[in-house]
């Protein structure tokens, strides 16, 4: 005879009924096993900044980037033993996960917070042109956060100048000579409000890409934004007081470097046109 739960009340008669030795009950996994979710659609939502038993990144680290975006786009654009690299590389987020997924890596930062980050300007990258698989890249918003000391740091100038857009264009550059043609960059970057100014960084960077870098668009994520400082009873209760808006999301800009069939595709276009002008 079937085991069978002991009920006070008729709303549970029917789950009384239920042969208990036959309800399959589902397997844990061990914080070790754990890994993201393959994101399918265009809004990524994580609760955490990490995940699984060992740290990616310091989550103490000013704009500390989420581990899970990183482990999203290898499993889309990279195989294991792919070079990625990571000219912004803060606390080293993108190597500790590069890593775990038997991908090679490199980072680069002005101020290095990760052992295994080299120290170096990310205008000038030291890598010989078409030699990386992917990029990513988790760069300042502006200078509403103070990243580091050194003077060349990007995080220095307003996102309200045309200087702060001139010098990660440098950066842009320097990413679309090494990037292997067809290959994908991710650019995590949000907008700012500051001082009852809103500036729209993410859709200046890109124009920037896909216009002056000539970046081809693959795609724009939104990744909503839980762990920012702003994110307490007292800002909500002033967003609500003085009218304004936090930030609730970033932009993760997906773009690729042209192949030659796409830039073939692109000339027969051109020459197509022509023809009707």
């Known amino acids: 005879m079937p085991k069978r739960m002991q009920v006070k009340d008729k709303a549970s008669v029917q789950l009384s009924l239920i042969d208990q030795d036959k309800v399959i009950k589902p397997v844990s996994k061990t914080q070790e096993d754990e890994k993201p979710p393959f994101e399918t659609t265009t809004l990524w939502d994580f609760p ?13 680290f000013q704009g500390v980037t989420p581990a899970f975006i990183i482990w999203n786009m290898l499993q889309r654009y990279t195989k294991p033993g792919d070079l990625v690299v990571d000219p912004m590389a803060g606390s080293g987020t993108t190597i500790d996960v590069c890593e775990e997924e038997d991908r090679k890596v490199i980072g680069y930062d002005v101020n290095p917070q990760h052992p295994k980050i080299i120290k170096k300007d990310s205008r000038k990258i030291p890598l010989e042109d078409n030699s990386v698989d992917m990029v990513f890249i988790d760069s300042p918003y502006g200078d509403n ?39 994908v960059m991710g650019w995590l970057i949000g907008d700012q ?3 009852r100014k809103f500036t729209p960084v993410g859709m200046k960077i890109y124009q920037m890409l896909t216009e002056n ?15 920012q400082s702003s994110n307490t009873r007292v800002w909500h ?34 020459v197509k046109w022509q023809k009707y002008k």
């Open 145 to 183: 956060v103070n990243y580091s000391n050194e003077p060349e740091d990007i995080g220095k100038i307003s996102a309200e100048t045309p200087q702060f857009y001139e010098e990660l264009e440098k950066v842009s550059i320097e990413i679309y000579r090494i990037l292997k043609p067809g290959k």
């Open 237 to 270: 209760y002033r967003a609500q007081k003085f009218n304004f808006f936090l930030r609730g999301f970033k932009y993760l800009l997906l773009v690729k470097k042209p192949d030659e069939k796409s830039i073939k595709t692109e000339q027969r276009q051109k």
């Open 193 to 195: 409000w500051v001082k």
């Open 48 to 60: 955490r900044q990490s995940y699984g038993k060992k740290p990616k990144g310091n989550n103490k």
């Open 213 to 227: 870098v000539k970046f081809e668009p693959i795609d724009i994520i939104c990744v909503a934004r839980r762990q």
